[in-house]
């Protein structure tokens, strides 16, 4: 009877650990599968595509100058229609930052960039009974810079913030409280250097 027990025991146990095996085998290969970054878009193609993409975007210089331009544009009406104090740069901020492409174009590297530009504050903030002329031109600049889809996160008495998104994966971010802030934060953009060469740096 006990042989009995060990055999039906041996026989339930096998086919476990047959598959536990297979498990712990299979496992680096579907990692290896996986390839790179799980954060990276699995449909971002190969670094060729991802270049000749954002060939048909302007250059990474070209863009940083049209947001510093854009602000510079929001800044002007804000103080004008919304009576608020001068805009000046937020402290302990960097007024211009940059980072990898990341995501969407995870194999450009130094080919390209993304940008943050920190419009500033305004220590006051826009009256309710203005707000609705000051965000329609704001509205009107961002549009006249890529930023076409409008997204309103808060529109309560004394607290207002509104987003605009371009078709780069960019969104301008514009709010006023106590104070009235603004913030660019870009899609990617090749660098000029790359774009006259032509062609990927890995390729070299």
Sequence with gaps: MEDHHRMVLRTAIRPVMIASAMA???????????????????????????????????????????????????????????????????????????????????????????RQINGGVSEGAIPDDRWPEVIERVGKIAESYGFNRREVFKDEPGDHDVRFYDSYGGDFVFGTKINTSMVISSGCFLKNEARERGFPSEAE
């Design 24 to 114: 712990v085998l299979l496992l680096p290969a579907a990692c290896g599968m996986e390839g790179g970054d799980i954060n990276d878009d699995p449909n971002a193609g190969t670094v060729q595509e991802q270049f000749d993409t954002l060939l048909q975007r302007p250059s990474f210089e070209e863009m940083t100058e049209r947001y510093q331009e854009m602000v510079t544009k929001v800044r002007r009406a804000t103080v004008q229609l919304g009576g608020i104090p001068e805009w000046r740069d937020s402290k302990g901020s960097t007024p211009i930052s940059g980072a990898g492409c990341g995501f969407d174009f995870p194999d450009i590297g130094s080919d390209g960039g993304t």
